[in-house]
């Protein structure tokens, strides 16, 4: 399998501070889980080790013991952890993502992920952040699925898709 999904930041207080639709990105979330776990696809769940006072993961998911969680400590899900070299010795070659916050985390991760040589496959309805004080999250979240709805970067790179195409084989 050369698929994973990895989940970035679904902690308990980020989601209760109330992101734009929250509780649907959640509901996605949990279903690309379960569609991931159904084709066997390793699933990666991140976590920001800034996160308080709750930091863990919405119980929703479901953590098994075969999936992966990463700790991380910038916007950047492969800085400072093993990520890069868990995907590699598994010969992952593309990532599916969804999570928080996309002008931070999600957008560097793609990113980052793409210049790393993974093809990144970012799910245009599964992703979240807050309203900032320029820009609402509806705004903003169309507009990071604009830019990177094909963005090329070396060997990988980072395409929008809708929820209803995602497949894990």
Known sequence: MNTVLIAIDLQNSLLEAGPWQAAQVMERAVALVAAARASEAPVVFVKDRRVEPDGALDADLQVLPGDLVVEKSFCDTFLHTPLDQWLRDRGVTRLVVCGMQTDYCIDTSCRRAASLGYTVELVREA????????????????????????FPAGDGSVRTVPMDQVAFT
């Open 127 to 150: 992703h979240t952040t807050f309203d900032h004080e320029s820009l609402p999250a509806e705004q903003i979240i169309a507009h990071h699925n604009r830019i990177l709805r094909n």
